[in-house]
Structures are given as C-alpha cells and as structure tokens.
C-alpha cells in the first residue's frame, strides 16, 4: 500500500523560500513516476513538478524537484514565492504526465501561503 505524507508548508513573505517533503512508503520510488500538485480555492489542481525535470511554465527557475532515494523522500524546493503561489501542495504517485485524474495515490496536503 502507497501512503505519502507530505510536510514543510506555511506562511512565507513574497520573494521567500520554503522547502516541501513528501515521504513515501515502501517501494514507492521504484514504482510509480512522482509529482507534485497544487490547489488553490476554487481552482482545478493544477501540475507543478514532476520526475526530474518536469515543471510547470509558471513555476519553472523558482522550483525544484529532488529525491533522497535512501530516504523514500521527494522534495520541493520553492524560491522567489509569490502570493500566486498559495495552495494546498499535494504529492502524488502515478504513471506520469500532469492530468492530475491520472495518480492514483496523494497524500494529505500541505497548505503554502505567501503574503504580499
């Protein structure tokens, strides 16, 4: 069973930095393809980050994905935030691609604010 629990969100100023944490169960990693979301209120969940080296155009130079291996842990490392940025953060695991419908398994979320 895939259990992912992410951490590390909060309030943040605008131009700031927060770093997100996804851990993941069992052999997750070498299974599914991993990936960041985001959701803000009364918007779709929307890709934000995934594999290596896929972004999302409106987080690309600002973020970046990486993965401890030995630690089963995904991250998301977030710089220059803007206030655009607040969402509910979620990770997922799933065959890959960014339509959020395709990941089978998400965890609970993590709420990112930035204040302007």
């Known amino acids: 069973q895939v259990q992912l629990v992410e951490s590390g969100g909060g309030l943040v100023q605008a131009g700031g930095s927060l770093k997100l944490a996804c851990a993941a169960s069992g052999r997750t990693f070498g299974v599914y393809y991993m990936a960041w979301f985001r959701q803000a209120p009364g918007k779709e969940r929307e890709f934000v980050a995934g594999g290596s080296t896929n972004y999302a155009n409106s987080v690309k130079g600002r973020f970046t994905i990486s993965r401890d291996n030995a630690k089963n842990t995904l991250y998301l490392q977030m710089n220059s935030l803007k206030p655009e940025d607040t969402a509910v953060y979620y990770c997922?695991?799933?065959?890959?691609?960014?339509?959020?419908?395709?990941?089978?398994?998400w965890g609970q979320g993590t709420q990112v604010t930035v204040s302007s």
């Open positions: 997922a695991a799933g065959p890959g691609g960014t339509t959020w419908s395709k990941y089978g398994y």
